[in-house]
């Protein structure tokens, strides 16, 4: 018998003849391809979380917290801006949260908006919501001005609306006086996407929640919190945004054990954002040594650069894999997205592509 495929089963016909997405995960010496954080959570950090962890072990036969409510009291603490635990919500990575997102406020029959080229994942949440996607493209620089963002906006009256910045894969930040605008000019939710804030030298968008029920910004463990693997996202809004997430999110979605390791690295957000500037110092640099090679880079607020251009990029990313150095092929003509790395990552890197052949 022949073993059944996908399109045997009564899937959805919206599904039919997709594949997942996902950033290759191969096991090479440097890798530079997912914007996480290169330094390993400081042993402060990992001792304080193994401890944290063991103490929630002992409840594991009770379910966690569903309202997650110290979790939430101590990222608004973080985030600051007289924020409180009613305005912030928590899942299982920005993923999750920007999914529930659309599962409230998306839905058959309505459409999310997204500026392109941007992260993949806004299109696919939209798919498996049911929610249509429509996407507005970038400035032929890609970068984003506020007359054709609201353009698109007015065009094209989305329910919801993603403004990333810094954006991913362009590195480029979106000014916060465009972020008003676009709110002036939405009739539904404005969700700014600020994964990698921490990276930025822009203000955040967060001063403009008084007052503006529709705005969402959300935020994540994954980049510069060096939580990838833990697998936390976050968001703040109007508590009434929060209280229309409860109604789609699953009870009990974040597990007591992510809810202690979040706690930890909050504890420990100083020694972890020290990091940081060092990670801008080290784009600073890999940008000079590209741009010293003859390359164009997009300036980059954020921890990776947007670098080409390349007649054909995927045969570029494919030679600097040879060398044991894996870089993204964000699918964006001639252009290849790295994330910046320890040091001697970055230097395997810029020997890397000072050797390969560019054409
Ligand atoms: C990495 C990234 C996220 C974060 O995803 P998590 O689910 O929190 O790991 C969100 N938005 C953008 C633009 C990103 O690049």
């Given at each position: ?325 894996l870089v993204r092929d964000v699918h964006v003509a001639g252009w290849l997205r790295v994330t910046i790395g320890l040091p001697h990552e970055n230097d395997t890197f810029l020997a890397a592509m000072a050797a390969v052949d560019r054409g």
């Open positions: 018998m022949t073993p059944p495929e996908l399109n045997d089963l009564p899937i959805r016909d919206d599904l039919r003849g997709l594949s997942p997405y996902g950033a290759p995960q191969l096991d090479v010496p440097v890798r530079l391809n997912t914007n996480e954080n290169p330094y390993h959570p400081p042993d402060a950090l990992v001792a304080d979380l193994a401890q944290a962890v063991a103490a929630a072990a002992t409840t594991l036969n009770r379910y966690p917290d569903r309202e997650a409510r110290e979790l939430r009291d101590a990222l608004a603490a973080y985030l600051g801006h007289g924020l409180t635990g009613d305005q912030l919500w928590a899942a299982n990575g920005s993923n999750e949260v920007l999914q529930q997102v659309l599962q409230a406020f998306g839905g058959p029959g309505r459409r999310a908006m997204g500026f392109e080229p941007s992260y993949a994942m806004y299109r696919l949440y939209s798919l498996a919501t049911a929610t249509g996607w429509v996407a507005a493209d970038a400035e032929p620089d890609y970068t984003f001005t506020e007359g054709h963002m609201v353009a698109a906006v007015e065009r094209e009256r989305p329910d919801v609306v993603f403004v990333t910045r810094p954006n991913n894969p362009t590195g480029s930040s979106v000014a916060l006086g465009v972020v008003r605008a676009i709110y002036e000019a939405a009739p539904g939710m404005v969700v700014v996407d600020e994964a990698y804030q921490e990276f930025s030298a822009e203000r955040s968008a967060l001063e403009l929640l008084p007052g503006r029920p529709r705005l969402i910004v959300s935020r994540t463990m994954s980049k510069a919190f060096a939580l990838a693997g833990g697998r936390v996202g976050y968001l703040a809004a109007d508590p009434v945004v929060v209280d229309a997430l409860r109604l789609v999110r699953l009870p009990y979605h974040l597990s007591s054990l992510t809810q202690a390791a979040a706690l930890a690295a909050l504890r420990h957000s100083d020694a972890t954002l020290a990091d940081v500037k060092r990670l801008i110092d080290e784009r600073e640099r890999v940008s000079s040594g590209l741009r010293a090679l003859g390359l164009t880079v997009v300036p980059s607020d954020s921890n990776f650069l947007l670098y080409g251009r390349f007649p054909d990029q995927s045969a570029v990313w494919q030679r600097l894999l040879e060398r044991g150095v």
